[in-house]
């Protein structure tokens, strides 16, 4: 990362260091919680590794991130379906029915994700299954974290653009309860739980 950076600066189109875990859970929760498939849209898809391997089963996908090396990467070598558009979520506008919304491991980065959420809302419908995951954070896991010394690492103030937000599953609950989302689901993606590594919250908007 380079620190006079503006945006988060991808270097590659390789799998991050979540994205193989997370890939698997992603896949389970589309085939058996989503009944339609026609339109995706990721929110923040980074260098676009990860919405390849999770949008195989979907018409129409969008890829959206604010950071221009990220959609670069995410275009380099591929010529499939998915439009990758530089743009924040603040920004984007979509007049289609969406069947899926995909926000994987974004929120944590965000400075108000009220906002963010409140977007969200606005592009769905009641129908459309709303899929974010971030990393989670409970009382066990955070204390092994201690115990092994992998506190600093973990809640690292040197990663530029990194986490600012840190979520348990009692606090990402009553944010999107806030904004107007019923819970479907909640699954957790590597390791076992209470040390997973992430979680992962399917949702829809209430009118």
């Not at 991050?16 to 896949?27: G, I, P, R, V």
């Amino acid at each position: 990362m380079n620190g006079s950076s503006k945006e988060y600066n991808w270097q590659h189109d390789k799998a991050d260091n979540s994205f193989e875990y997370l890939q698997k859970t992603l896949n389970l929760i589309i085939e058996k919680k989503l009944n339609n498939k026609k339109n995706l849209i990721d929110v923040g898809c980074g260098n676009g590794y990860l919405t390849k391997k999770i949008s195989e089963k979907f018409e129409n996908v969008i890829a959206l991130d604010e950071s221009h090396s990220a959609i670069v990467q995410a275009k380099k070598n591929y010529n499939g379906k998915i439009n990758f558009i530089q743009s924040s979520l603040s920004n984007f506008n979509y007049n289609n029915k969406i069947d899926c919304i995909t926000a994987i491991e974004v929120i944590e980065h965000t400075y108000s994700p009220d906002n963010f959420l409140k977007k969200i809302y606005e592009l769905s419908n009641e129908s459309t299954k709303i899929i974010i995951s971030t990393p989670f954070h409970g009382f066990v896991k955070n204390l092994t974290l201690l115990l092994a010394g992998k506190f600093d690492d973990h809640f690292s103030p040197l990663w530029e653009h990194g986490h600012i937000k840190f979520f348990s599953k009692s606090t990402l609950s009553k944010m999107l309860i806030r904004n107007n989302f019923k819970i479907i689901d909640i699954l957790y993606s590597g390791r076992v739980y209470p040390i997973s590594k992430s979680m992962i919250f399917v949702v829809r908007k209430i009118i």
